[in-house]
T-cell receptor, first 114, second 115 residues
Framework: DAGITQSPRHKVTETGTPVTLRCHQT?????MYWYRQDPGHGLRLIHY???????DKGEVSDGYSVSRSKTEDFLLTLESATSSQTSVYFC?????????????FGPGTRLTVT | AQKVTQAQTEISVVEKEDVTLDCVYE???????LFWYKQPPSGELVFLIR??????QNEISGRYSWNFQKSTSSFNFTITASQVVDSAVYFC????????????FGAGTRLTVKP
């Protein structure tokens, strides 16, 4: 199994509070991704990173920011959480910008915003 | 824009039945990649297969087989002699070459295999 961990695995927070989710990899892969999974939508890309301090937006980036100061860590921040951000968040990694390399996914973080 | 449609929201079969999960995609890219992932009740995402648009050869892996047809923009997945352990949500996904960091997923099909 690819070395990907996510923390926390579960979190309940109140509307308006900031939340940071962490993705940590031990594979030294260049590319890292944050997805959210919602019923009826499958997985949707929030942000991705193609190197340290290099990030770009995905399909559903509004309300989220990311940072990557080290190869191994990719942080997803909800500056002011809303109930619509209740979801399961998955991190993924890839060792190449080519899709052929595929993605390995982390175990997921279940976030509930009350 | 790229889009993946999995019209079957839920499928329920009895063990040992064959079952086909449908996937239809839309893309303007001439080169693209298609994927199937499995998400068992434990929640993790398990990679099953990847195909590129130049390779329409169908593939069989044990009880799993995939039928890729560019003419109908479909990439269907068949499980032969289903087992209870096949119960999961299955996602079809697509990524093109213009922005191959944006993998688009279908909504998923929940398969329940009853004993």
């Amino acid at each position: 199994d690819a070395g990907i961990t996510q923390s926390p695995r579960h979190k309940v927070t109140e509307t308006g509070t900031p939340v940071t989710l962490r993705c940590h990899q031990t594979e030294n892969h260049r590319y890292m991704y944050w997805y959210r999974q919602d019923p009826g939508h499958g997985l949707r890309l929030i942000h991705y990173s193609y190197g340290v301090k290099d990030t770009d937006k995905g399909e559903v980036s509004d309300g989220y920011s990311v940072s990557r100061s080290k190869t191994e860590d990719f942080l997803l921040t909800l500056e002011s959480a809303t109930s619509s951000q209740t979801s399961v968040y998955f991190c993924a990694i890839s060792d190449s910008g080519t899709v052929y390399a595929g993605w390995d996914f982390g175990p997921g973080t279940r976030l509930t915003v009350t | 824009a790229q889009k993946v449609t999995q019209a079957q929201t839920e499928i329920s079969v009895v063990e040992k039945e064959d079952v086909t999960l449908d996937c239809v995609y839309e893309t303007r890219d001439t080169t693209y990649y298609l994927f199937w992932y499995k998400q068992p009740p434990s929640g993790e995402l398990v990679f099953l297969i990847r195909r590129n648009s130049f390779d329409e050869q169908n593939e069989i892996s044990g009880r799993y087989s995939w039928n890729f047809q560019k003419s109908t923009s479909s990439f269907n997945f068949t499980i032969t002699a289903s087992q209870v352990v096949d119960s999961a949500v299955y996602f079809c996904a697509l990524s093109g070459t213009y922005n191959n960091n944006d993998m688009r997923f279908g909504a998923g099909t929940r398969l329940t295999v009853k004993p």
